[in-house]
């Protein structure tokens, strides 16, 4: 049978790894999982308990407000505030989303229809790219470099003049002009991170041209070694041209929770939140009430949640670097983008990251899940403990063809 719009999807390339990673599983083996980025650090408490209190109550169980409570909204804005001194309306400029993914893709509805073309990074979060096709547009990819070292003033200018360079020419040099550009730093998968005249170039970039810029900025709370991911939102006139996705998922570790915003240039946010007036009615409203009282009360968990992050970086790059697995040591996100090594180079990185399940006992993610963008490459998340990810080491050590 024929399905509009998914018949023609390719096979999720995830599930290949995570169903080798469960029959495995099944047969006793320990598996160390740093494949898919699902947070295992537990939500706040705070968060927990506002939970459980409201959820007594019974006048929270009816529809709540699809844009999110009054409260909310003025919460978030507090909190773009104290963390980027960016001023946002909450009436007007933040609207409640079901986690980025439904934000994102929702919000790509109402910007692109058939037609429409988007830019969109190659590689990228699926969502980035399968977003605007679901919408029905187009989408034409840029490269995203990796980052040997974004500290390093010289590679970071060459990162920007080829990204910038790139850019020019799929908005400028064909036809139909683009109407969207969707950015996200730090950048999942690769970990590239970006400076405020990074994103005021982008801001410029797209007033010139009349496009939204779409910002996903889920890892706006995990930077690492003193850096600060800046918000687009910072850069002069922002908000004339671009809305950016904010999320409870990994800086308040609170992924299955599904609280996330979109905020930024009114008129963008105005027609999502009257698409969702017809969607949805709301998440579910004792969460609503947590996540109030978290961002007010616990605003110094996302600075825990990263240091967390940090060590583990610090753990997973400095045991690649001794078995020889050179890999750039990312200053922002959750993962870790690691070239193949060339004792591989007959694998793809599906094939790659299978073989390392079955023989090290290692779940990654393959490259090219992210796009053609990502052969070539695995991704590791951050997602289990220091001491899980030594074990994750010693079995590389042990099993992996010599890589130096
Ligand atoms: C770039 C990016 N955006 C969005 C998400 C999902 O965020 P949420 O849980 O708010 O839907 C992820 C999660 O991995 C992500 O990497």
Same mark, same amino acid.
């Given at each position: 049978?024929?399905?509009?719009? /998914? ?57 709540s407000?699809?844009?999110g409570l009054?409260?909310l ?17 909450? +009436? ?129 709370? /995990? ?60 998440i579910?409203q004792?969460i609503q009430i947590?996540a109030t ?57 599906? +094939? ?22 990502? +052969? ?12 899980? /990810? ?15």
């Open positions: 049978m024929e399905f509009r719009r /998914i018949t023609n999807l390719p096979p999720y390339v995830f599930t290949i790894i995570n169903n080798l990673k469960i029959a495995a599983r099944q047969d006793g083996v320990d598996v160390v999982d740093l494949g898919f980025g699902n947070p295992d650090i537990p939500s706040p408490d705070i968060a927990v308990e506002k939970l459980v209190e409201a959820a007594r109550n019974p006048r929270n169980h009816r529809y407000i699809s844009r009054p409260k909204r003025e919460a978030v804005a507090g909190m773009y505030k104290r963390n980027w001194n960016v001023d946002l309306d909450p +009436e007007l400029q933040i609207t409640n989303t079901i986690g980025a993914k439904e934000g994102f893709s929702h919000l790509m509805w109402v910007l692109l229809d058939k037609g429409d073309v988007a830019v969109v990074p190659a590689p990228s979060y699926p969502i980035h790219i399968y977003g605007p096709l679901f919408a029905g547009a187009d989408i034409r990819q840029v490269p995203m470099r990796s980052q040997q070292n974004p500290d390093d003033p010289e590679q970071f200018a060459k990162f920007s003049e080829d990204f910038f360079g790139s850019l020019t020419n799929a908005c400028d040099s064909e036809n139909p002009k683009p109407r969207v550009l969707v950015v996200s730093f730090p950048h999942n998968p690769t970990g590239a991170t970006v400076d405020l005249p990074f994103m005021q170039r982008l801001v410029d970039f797209c007033r010139e041209r009349e496009m939204i810029v779409v910002h996903d900025f889920a890892y706006a709370d /995990i930077g690492f070694d003193g850096y600060q991911p800046p918000s687009i939102l910072q850069a002069e006139g922002a908000l004339e041209c671009a809305v950016e996705l904010y999320s409870m998922t990994k800086g308040f570790s609170m992924a299955g929770w599904r609280c996330a915003f979109l905020v930024g240039n009114t008129s963008v946010v105005q027609a999502l939140v009257k698409l969702k007036s017809y969607l949805d009615y709301g579910f004792p947590a009282v978290t961002i007010d009360e616990a605003s110094g968990v996302p600075k825990e949640v990263c240091a967390i992050y940090e060590s583990r970086r610090d753990v997973l790059c400095s045991g690649l670097k001794k078995i020889g697995w050179d890999v750039p040591k990312p200053r922002g996100s959750m993962f870790v983008w690691a070239r193949i090594p060339e004792q591989y180079s007959e694998m793809n990185s599906v +094939e790659f990251c299978s073989h390392l399940v079955s023989e090290c006992h290692v779940a990654l993610s393959p490259g090219s899940g992210f796009g053609p963008g990502g +052969e070539g490459f695995a991704r590791f998340a951050l997602i289990e403990n220091e001491q899980r /990810i030594q074990q994750a080491l010693r079995n590389l050590t042990l099993h992996m063809r010599p890589v130096h």
